[in-house]
């Protein structure tokens, strides 16, 4: 499994270099020194890193649901016609894309700026807002 550099493994948890730092020093994740002498994470262990920080409920009150892919995010644009709506969000480096009634994206009160979790199962993604 190859090793990767901080910079690498941050963008692919979408966090900062920064914020990866911070777990390694912290021992959240370990680290390996790299043929350049710098830190860097082991492939392998970023996977199961990854896997973990999943594992954890932080959207809000939603007690349970069948959609095991959320991710929560900023709305970026919101385009309306008579009956539908296309809902674009920014989560981590992740862009997706939803569209839905335009009665749902009223009745959700989804606008640029709003937080929101996206919750993706098959090829249907669901727009949530979590609790404050």
Do not use: C, Y
């Amino acid at each position: 499994m190859p090793n990767l550099r901080i910079s690498e493994a941050a963008a692919l948890l979408g966090v900062s270099d920064d914020t990866l730092r911070r777990w390694i020093d912290q021992g959240r994740l370990a680290s390996v020194v790299l043929d350049n002498g710098r830190k860097g994470v082991s492939g392998t262990e970023l996977a199961a890193f990854a896997q973990k920080m999943t594992d954890v409920a932080e959207h809000g009150a939603t007690v349970a649901a069948s959609a095991r892919n959320r991710m929560k995010g900023i709305v970026t644009r919101v385009v309306k016609d008579g009956v539908m709506a296309q809902v674009d969000m920014q989560a981590g480096p992740f862009r997706v894309t939803s569209l839905m009634s335009r009665e749902s994206a009223d009745e959700l009160g989804l606008e640029v700026g709003s937080v929101a979790v996206a919750s993706i199962k098959s090829t249907h993604v669901v727009v949530e807002i979590p609790e404050a």
